[in-house]
């Protein structure tokens, strides 16, 4: 349904996580750790209060944003493999949250590149959302 809606967005986050994986898993990876524990920070203050349900909230939704887009990605990725272009569509979509589903079966192993997969696209939509709100502000 993502890739029907805004096929751009799609296409762009699945060229920008592919572009650069290594940078994305970091900055995904880093968030995991880092945005709970400003947000359980920003709980200590009576104004950070409110600032941390409301931030508190956009991180859960950059998770399931993630772990929908994750499989996008991923379709993205076995497309680029098998034609040798990156092709951001319903079918590449759907096989791509099958393999994704399928891996998570296997111990272990499965979950880690499933998890890596849900990484690179947080680290992405973190670093785009940084950009977008600090970097151009300035």
């Known amino acids: 349904l993502v890739v029907l809606l805004v096929r751009r ?11 650069r994986p290594a940078r994305s898993l970091l900055i995904g990876f ?22 941390g349900i409301a931030a508190g909230a ?17 379709g993205s990725l076995l497309s680029f493999w098998i034609r040798k272009e990156v092709r951001v569509t319903v ?6 949250a099958v393999v994704l589903a399928v891996l998570s079966l296997i ?16 680290g992405f939509l973190v670093e785009r959302l940084y950009g977008y709100f600090v970097v151009a502000r300035q």
């Open 107 to 122: 111990p272990i192993i499965g979950w880690l590149i499933s998890a890596a997969f849900t990484l690179m696209v947080l």
């Open 58 to 74: 956009v991180f859960a939704v950059l998770l399931i944003a993630a772990k929908i887009l994750a499989a996008i990605v991923a």
């Open 30 to 51: 880093i968030s995991v750790f880092m945005i709970p524990i400003a947000v359980m920070i920003l709980f200590v203050t009576i104004l950070g209060f409110v600032v």
């Open 9 to 19: 967005l799609a296409l762009s986050i699945s060229a920008g996580v592919l572009e």
């Open 91 to 96: 079918g590449w979509t759907v096989l791509g």
